[in-house]
């Protein structure tokens, strides 16, 4: 009896048995709330599974997958995400490098107009969307307004009627919501930079954009790629805007990927192929982003 | 070593209360379905709702009705709590957000709800799938006579058993600003297409309106809605009773999406349309910048008289939809219902409520505080609702010829693609008959399913 209280006891007093069953309720919700709808939807995705019409589902293997690959609105909606997403991010890191640079000067007012930056980032995503839907309007939106009081257009026009128009629009409304991200972490990090650098480099006689590009951006770095990354895979996420501001049109061109998995899943009820769909975008996703940040990681080693 | 024994065990409570919070068991049906007896066909429905022996509580959802600003439903639900004893836990908000929140949970089985709103784009997928309760099972014999009986048939199953009761008798009508015609030299509205084309030219032309209409013709749900309107109203058909499709076929249906694009192109529909939802749209009426609202909501009237959104108080008539020739008219109705779920465990309470609902009594009241439009066919000559509404005269005639959404299983692919394909058509970059083909050809594997 004593021997086996001593040998639990001794089991208890293990660390790393202890650890792991400490870590085990956490483990478990982790299971539960993750891991398994996760293979749940994996498994899903192998299935045709209508919900509308349950006497034709069947285990169909990759038919779904395969099917995907020749889905014209499914491959238009990966073009326009990577279009979205792209753009969104080169735009993002550029304003959002330059404005934390002049954010990083000392000026007064300062905390302030960097307390005002953090606005658009803070505001809620269907907010942000609604308002951008009314800025949009064709016959009552600011924006047709202000150009047209500035002289710059001599007619109302129809912003979101035009595909490439339609785009560059949702383009610059989540920038404009995003940014914000990107300049509070490339601030952060200029500051993290020590000024005799900059010292060294003006005694060397070095210009500003020769320190900007040989100092500030190599140190820099680590976080912008952190940071383009993160965007560039919020990117792919962005759904109320796209939602309510175009629907996805004019004609789907701006109909991104997470729409499309919406409205299969949630509207044709076609659970089995949205699964699919969700699952060949978040590869899509991971297989880019896996190289880069290896790539990337490297890179700044060698810095 | 006491530490860790205590860390141990209070991890093993946690894990130990969670495994028997997931083990217990669920709330056991009140009713069940087959048990209930059918009411007294001789008792007045709303006397159905006798207070309830003991609480019980039932969660409903619906979307908030566009005229409802002040809460009207809530209050009659309230005044069901006090009559049956019944709880509500009322989930309201916009048509969209409840469909999302409805279609997962009930789809997958879930027994959240036990009173939905259930859409009549939503019937045959429910038929099919079984999510919705039979209320025949409940309502007393001969329940039904006496409403509209086009809103019964759109929410019964091939069963021939009603699965949803109306709540909203979503019918739309043709609207007209009177003053504004007449100012562009007309006296009547339009009776044909071509004459609605014409006077929408000849108000633009003389400087009274920008357009004749501002479509809501925006790549989204409401898109399918329209190309329904536009099909009936031109006579053409979409599919027939098998599922099989019309759509490419009917000579009409092409005229009408053919009609759909010209109106861009001449001038007679406003381009910003392209980019319009239903709200969108019926501001721009609403502010005397369009001519015509032809598939406007029966509620209207009363947003007319509202100077905040307003600028066309006394100014807007009812109309008949326009027909390829004179005398010939269709109208779109998207009547909304209550329903059951079949998971649902408080059935009988959720018919009670249903009952309570959609009564004569209840419906009266609601109609005349906030103008809905009733279910029951005898409220549309009741002297108090016709002395306060008197445009319903106009309206009833056209609820005859009011027709609802295809009964598809597969109408939300239905409505994905053809948004897609009717959008590029409007947008001039297809024809409309390829637009037609594209459907049919991304539709296929639907083709003659119901």
């Not at chain 2, 465990?345 to 018919?351: F, L, M, S, V, Y």
């Amino acid at each position: 009896m004593r021997m086996t209280q001593r040998h639990s006891l001794s089991i208890i007093d293990d660390p790393r048995i202890l650890g792991l069953l400490l870590i085990a309720p956490a483990m478990l919700a982790i299971l539960g709330v993750v891991l398994l709808p996760m293979f749940n939807s994996l498994w899903l995705s192998f299935q045709q599974h209508d919900l509308s019409r349950p006497q034709e589902d069947a285990f169909i293997w990759f038919r779904n997958y395969a099917d995907l690959l020749r889905d014209p609105r499914y491959l238009n909606s990966l073009q326009a995400t990577l279009k979205f997403s792209l753009f969104s991010v080169i735009i993002e890191l550029a304003l959002g490098v330059a404005i934390a640079m002049v954010l990083n000067q000392e000026f007064r007012g300062r905390g302030f107009v960097r307390g005002l930056m953090i606005l658009p980032w803070a505001m809620p995503s269907i907010v942000n969307a609604a308002m951008w839907k009314w800025i949009y309007n064709a016959d009552y939106g600011a924006l047709n307004a202000l150009l047209s009081q500035l002289h710059i257009i001599s007619e109302y026009k129809i912003w979101l009627a035009e595909p490439t128009t339609a785009m560059v629009l949702i383009i610059l409304a989540n920038v404009w919501k995003e940014t914000p991200f990107t300049v509070i972490l490339t601030l952060a990090a200029l500051q993290t930079i020590p000024d005799d650098l900059y010292e060294a480099s003006r005694v060397d006689g070095a210009t500003d954009w020769q320190s900007f590009i040989k100092i500030t951006l190599p140190l820099i770095m680590p976080v912008l790629m952190v940071a383009g990354l993160l965007q560039f895979i919020w990117g792919f996420q962005t759904f109320e805007l796209i939602s309510i501001v175009t629907g996805g049109g004019p004609f789907s061109s701006t109909e991104m990927t997470n729409l499309r998995v919406y409205a299969t899943t949630f509207r044709s009820l076609r659970f089995g192929y949205g699964a699919a769909m969700a699952y060949l975008t978040s590869l899509i996703i991971f297989i880019p982003a896996v190289a880069y940040i290896r790539s990337a990681y490297r890179k700044v080693v060698e810095i | 070593m006491k530490r860790s024994s205590l860390y141990l065990f209070v991890s093993s409570l946690l894990v130990l209360s969670f495994m028997m919070a997931s083990c217990a068991p669920a709330a056991a049906p009140t009713t069940e379905v087959n048990q209930v007896p059918a009411a007294d066909a001789t008792q007045p429905a709303v006397e159905a709702t006798q207070p309830a022996a003991e609480s019980e509580t039932i969660t409903v959802i619906f979307p908030k009705h566009e005229a409802d600003l002040n809460g009207a439903f809530e209050a009659r639900i309230r005044e069901f709590e006090n009559q049956s004893g019944i709880k509500v836990e009322l989930i309201q908000s916009d048509w969209d957000s409840v469909a999302n929140r409805i279609l997962p949970e009930i789809s997958t089985g879930g027994s959240a709800y036990d009173v939905v709103e259930f859409d009549n784009g939503w019937v045959a997928e429910w038929c099919g799938a079984g999510w919705a309760t039979p209320l025949n099972d409940f309502m007393p014999a001969g329940y039904t006579d006496g409403m509209i009986p086009g809103l019964v048939d759109l929410f019964s199953c091939p069963d021939n058993k009603v699965y949803g009761v109306v709540w909203n008798n979503d019918t739309r009508f043709f609207y007209y600003n009177a003053e504004k015609l007449a100012a562009a030299g007309f006296t009547e509205a339009p009776k044909t297409w071509d004459e609605f084309a014409q006077m929408s030219l000849n108000a633009k032309e003389k400087g009274v309106v920008s357009y004749g209409m501002a479509p809501f013709w925006n790549q989204e749900w409401s898109l399918g809605n329209e190309f329904h309107f536009w099909t009936y109203a031109f006579g053409g058909e979409i599919v027939d009773a098998k599922g099989c499709f019309l759509f490419n076929k009917d000579p009409n249906t092409l005229v009408a999406l053919q009609y759909m694009m010209d109106s861009l192109t001449d001038g007679v529909s406003n381009p910003a349309g392209m980019t319009y939802n239903q709200a969108a749209s019926q501001d721009v009426f609403l502010k005397g910048d369009s001519l015509f609202m032809p598939q406007g909501i029966a509620g209207l009237m009363a947003y007319t008289k509202d100077a905040s959104v307003s600028n066309v108080d006394g100014q807007i008539k009812v109309g008949l939809v326009p027909g390829v020739e004179a005398g010939k008219s269709a109208a779109l109705t998207l009547p909304e219902a209550y329903a059951i779920p079949s998971n649902s465990e408080h059935k009988e309470a959720a018919w009670k409520f249903i009952e309570f609902m959609t009564s004569r009594e209840t419906n009266k009241v609601l109609a005349q505080e906030i103008g809905v439009l009733p279910i029951w066919v005898d409220l549309y000559s009741d002297a108090d609702l016709t002395a306060k509404y008197p445009f319903w005269a106009d309206f009833q005639a056209q609820l005859s010829t009011a027709r609802g959404l295809s009964k598809l299983t597969w109408y939300g692919d239905f409505v994905d693609i053809s948004t897609a394909e009717v959008h590029k058509a409007l947008a001039g970059e297809q024809t409309a008959q390829q637009a037609l083909d594209n459907m049919a050809a991304g539709l296929s594997q639907f083709e003659c399913k119901p």
